[in-house]
């Protein structure tokens, strides 16, 4: 995504010297902004250009019309403003930013990386150019330099160097969060030499809770107060390191897997995370306060790779996946990652396709906590929707997404729900829950784990 539109980035000397000159300047910059905010970009576009014409190195509108460049798809040329901008004030971060955005989309990923790079080396405050090089350094199979960077996204979203981006689940809460984030308390209690501490949270938070309903309020000073000013942070963090040994099981069924998705587009997989994995990882979504969305799906909690998820365990997963799989996910690296955890025993996702060109879905709550053995687990239509079928929103979507899903009912794999194991699909596949039934208690809570890789456009 492009960032920026400016006007006032002058330095004295790109700026005309005659008073005519410069009241036609801030005139036609004005008028450039009015279209380009209105999204009248060829009006936008030839404005700029008058302006450029009255001044000729004026870093923002160079950075600008390279703004309009790349958002009509001519992305040589818009790097081709950023650099003239740059030559004009080198410290400007916005089009070092939107260049690395260019270099990406053009996949010249060293160029981004060192535009990205750039930009948070002169704003380290930067979110998304952080964002950004974790998600790069991850393709490029650098996983420590990715989680360095994750870890700044997260500082900068809860940490003391937060920027405000993540501000209202900072002061809101609902009952089901703040009941989740009690029974989590507790559970560390249980495990810690410091359980006094988190048994007095547990105590604070159910209090809280009982004053709240199902939607999410923002929190008066006194309920603040009372759950303290580390509410929905990192309050505790339960390490996940890399194993020495495999993450992902062997696959001797590896070659029927790889066979049964270019048949079927979806497949179930048994077994997926080697005992030890499965144990760390499970830990560390049981122990970790990284729940800090609760306002995406009702009746979930969930976590996300920018939020808090990110773990070097968590990264050798998804590395391990494309080494198992390089059929299907070699050219797809990890575009994201999430956990979502069911609060009630019938937390269930409605259908969707996801935004990218493979998912990998997989369970880690034990089969003892599912009430109807045979089912809760996931339904994937295995009939991929028109290519040309452009969904908008996730619930005004729903009506033909559930109208498309009868139609094609008899093509449905279904898979019923297992303790570490996984679903591979292609991502523009509709899948929903398939009525989950689990048991009361934190330990039952249904936690499923979801790995995107490549994009969309790759899926077609």
Not at 172 to 188: C, M, P, S, T
Request: proline share 4%; net charge negative; hydrophobic share 40%.
């Amino acid at each position: 995504m492009f960032l920026c539109i400016e006007t006032d980035r002058r330095r004295e000397a790109d700026c005309p010297t005659a008073p005519h000159a410069e009241t036609r300047l801030r005139r036609l910059l004005a008028e450039a902004m009015t279209h380009h905010r209105s999204g009248r970009l060829a009006e936008a576009e030839a404005a700029y250009q008058g302006a450029l014409q009255v001044s000729p190195a004026h870093a923002g509108t160079l950075h600008n019309l390279g703004v309009i460049a790349a958002a009509q798809g001519k992305l040589a040329s818009a790097v081709g403003y950023f650099d003239r901008a740059l030559a004009t004030e080198p410290l400007y971060g916005a089009a070092h930013y939107n260049r690395a955005v260019a270099h990406r989309m053009l996949g010249q990923t060293r160029d981004a990386i060192r535009g990205f790079s750039r930009a948070c080396t002169i704003d380290p405050g930067h979110y998304d150019a952080h964002l950004a090089l974790g998600f790069l350094w991850l393709a490029e199979g650098e996983r420590d330099r990715a989680l360095d960077h994750f870890a700044r996204t997260y500082e900068l979203r809860r940490g003391d160097d937060r920027t405000g981006i993540a501000a209202k689940s900072l002061s809101w809460a609902n009952a089901g969060k703040l009941k989740h984030d009690a029974e989590q308390f507790r559970y560390l209690a249980a495990r810690r030499r410091d359980g006094r501490r988190f048994e007095l949270l547990a105590r604070s938070y159910d209090e809280v809770a009982k004053e709240l309903g199902v939607d999410a309020v923002e929190l008066s000073d006194e309920r603040f107060e009372l759950l303290g000013d580390d509410y929905n942070t990192a309050i505790h963090v339960s390490p996940a390191p890399e194993r020495a040994d495999r993450a992902i099981s062997a696959r001797p069924d590896r070659a029927a897997i790889v066979q049964d998705f270019a048949a079927q587009g979806a497949v179930a997989i048994d077994d997926l995370l080697a005992p030890a994995a499965l144990t760390g990882l499970k830990k560390f979504l049981l122990e970790s306060t990284v729940w800090h969305d609760f306002s995406h799906i009702g009746g979930f909690v969930a976590s996300y790779l920018e939020d808090g998820l990110a773990s070097p365990l968590l990264l050798q997963i998804a590395n391990e996946l494309r080494t198992a799989f390089p059929e299907i996910l070699r050219s797809h690296p990890l575009s994201q990652a999430w956990a979502f955890k069911g609060l009630v025993s019938e937390s269930a996702v409605d259908a969707h396709a996801d935004d990218a060109a493979v998912t990998v879905n997989f369970w880690v709550t034990p089969d003892a906590a599912n009430r109807v053995p045979g089912s809760g687990g996931l339904l994937v239509c295995r009939v991929s929707p028109p290519a040309d079928w452009a969904l908008t929103d996730y619930e005004t979507d729903k009506a033909e997404v559930a109208a498309f899903l009868a139609q094609h009912a008899d093509d449905t794999l279904h898979v019923p729900y297992r303790e570490n194991r996984a679903v591979l699909f292609r991502s523009r596949l509709f899948h929903r829950s398939d009525a989950p039934h689990f048991a009361p208690g934190y330990e039952n809570h249904r936690i499923n784990v979801t790995m995107l890789f490549g994009s969309e456009t790759g899926n077609r």
